[in-house]
């Protein structure tokens, strides 16, 4: 059985009072996880679905970044897992491994996955990287509605603009095109799509 584990940690975390992020960082956390840590201040360690971990990628990240000048970093792992600790982050297995692996060779990229299917990761770590570099210019409001769009998929944009308390709908259209999210959204749906016939 294939499990998703991430690794993670904050950008620019000190630039701001725990206070204002860590709640918001656990809600995220909490919306795909069952089972995360969080820890040295920053860090963090979750277990998601298999089925919609893309999703959860970008979700944390678009809650972060509603967060004037923060941003997130995850590597992604997808493998077996050997044992299970009451604290994922004591837990054992590839999916551990793998998380750490890509987390470790990040660089400037602020997301990479690895599994052990390479094809899959090729070609998710191209098209996400090309996401990313979408994601990493939201403002705070493309953030906020991003995220938005992501917890009530099913939500018309009006249902969306009460929740977001803009006054007009079209204010969500136009923020999500901005943001490109509805090319990301293509990207990450593909690429979840051939995990799932792989998995």
Not at 42 to 66: P, T, W
Not at 103 to 130: C, G, I, R, Y
Request: aromatic share 12%.
């Amino acid at each position: 059985m294939m499990h998703v584990i991430i690794i993670g940690d904050l950008v620019n975390s000190r630039s701001l009072h725990s206070s204002t992020w860590l709640n918001v960082l656990e809600e995220a956390l909490t919306k795909y996880s069952k089972k995360f840590d969080i820890f040295r201040g920053d860090s963090f360690q979750a277990e998601l679905q298999l089925e919609n971990c893309l999703d959860a990628i970008y979700y944390i990240k678009s809650r972060i970044k509603s967060l004037d000048n923060l941003d997130v970093r995850i590597g992604l792992g997808i493998g077996g897992i050997d044992y299970v600790d009451n604290y994922i982050k004591k837990s054992t297995g590839e999916a551990f491994i793998y998380s750490g692996e890509a987390f470790d060779h990040l660089n400037k990229d602020l997301f990479a996955a690895k599994s052990a299917f390479p094809e899959w990761d090729n070609v998710t770590n191209t098209m996400m990287s090309l996401g990313m570099e979408l994601a990493n210019k939201w403002t705070v409001n493309m953030a906020e509605t991003v995220a938005v769009a992501i917890e009530y998929p099913n939500y018309n944009q009006k249902e969306l603009a009460k929740i977001l308390k803009r006054k007009y709908q079209s204010q969500i259209s136009t923020e999500l095109g901005k943001a490109n999210w509805w090319k990301i959204k293509k990207a990450i749906d593909y690429c979840q799509i051939e995990l799932m016939k792989i998995c």
